[in-house]
């Protein structure tokens, strides 16, 4: 791995740790503004000094992101369908140029790849253009194992078949999402596994048992929004996932931050 790849790949899985804490905030590129990302300066601003590395679009970062900040840049490239698209969600493509993530002083780009969808093609290959680029300009690639709604499954056999797609085209590290046996997908990636948080789950005890099994099982870090800046007290709930995954704490452990983090908010 060249100097500069790696370098910028050390910024986001932090090496004292070998621990991610990702924060996404990329989903107004084809959901637009869903709640609590109406406003995304608003939404960011109080959040980034808490990650370790922030996941948007080049847009939102131009508009919504102090310059100043030292958190590390993972952005969206990928895109081309709105959710009003419904089955052909999964018919993205590249939709920004290497050299803007540069200007950008991105330390990743990321792209989704649709695995057993009539689009799955397009996007492998978009990937395999994507890493080219990258081992040319040395910025790293994260492949995201998306779920279209052609292919709803998310077990392990589905997921590790995607994991190791992605890594077998280059991507540099992959995001996917927890399931059971997920051992079973990151044994089988030989390159780092970050899990997403998805659709905001029922309580915050439900995110950090989530975040401390896939850890427990091959994870190195998680890339969570919604269930991160939809709670009512967004800040107390990222710093308890920090514990989790940098930490090692319980999801009691965690629980009992996130509920010191409220009271102190008061």
């Known amino acids: 791995m060249d100097w500069g790849l790696e370098?910028?790949?050390?910024?986001i899985i932090r090496p004292e740790t070998g621990r991610v804490v990702m924060l996404a905030v990329d989903h107004g590129y084809f959901l637009g503004p869903i709640t609590r990302l109406e406003d995304p300066r608003s939404t960011i601003a109080p959040?980034?000094?808490h990650a370790d590395a922030l996941m948007l679009t080049r847009g939102v970062l131009r508009a919504c992101v102090d310059p100043g900040t030292d958190t590390p840049m993972v952005l969206r490239v990928s895109g081309g369908r709105s959710i009003l698209a419904g089955e052909d969600l999964s018919d993205e493509g590249i939709a920004v140029a290497?050299?803007?993530?540069?200007?950008?002083?991105?330390?990743?780009?990321?792209?989704?790849?649709f695995v057993g969808t009539r689009h799955e093609r397009q996007t492998l290959l978009g990937l395999s253009r994507l890493v080219d680029r990258g081992q040319e300009l040395g910025m790293p690639?994260?492949?995201?194992?998306?779920?279209?709604?052609?292919?709803?499954?998310?077990?392990?056999?589905?997921l590790a078949l995607a994991c190791r797609m992605a890594a077998e085209f280059?991507?540099?590290?992959?995001?996917?999402?927890?399931?059971e046996d997920f051992e079973k997908v990151s044994g089988s990636c030989p390159v780092p596994l970050v899990i997403a948080g998805g659709p905001k789950l029922e309580t915050e005890m439900d995110v950090f048992r989530m975040a401390r099994d896939a850890l427990d099982r091959g994870a190195v870090g998680v890339d969570m929004g919604r269930?991160?800046?939809?709670?009512?007290?967004?800040?107390?709930?990222?710093r308890a996932v920090r514990a989790v995954v940098h930490e090692g704490a319980t999801p009691e452990r965690a629980g009992e931050i996130f509920e010191a983090g409220k009271a102190g908010a008061r």
């Open 7 to 11: 370098n910028r790949l050390k910024r």
């Open 47 to 49: 959040l980034l000094p």
């Open 98 to 113: 290497m050299e803007d993530a540069v200007r950008l002083n991105a330390s990743a780009v990321a792209l989704s790849i």
């Open 141 to 158: 690639v994260l492949a995201v194992t998306a779920v279209g709604k052609e292919l709803e499954k998310r077990d392990a056999r589905y």
């Open 170 to 179: 280059g991507a540099h590290f992959v995001k996917t999402y927890y399931c």
């Open 227 to 238: 269930n991160i800046w939809q709670n009512d007290h967004a800040k107390a709930m990222i």
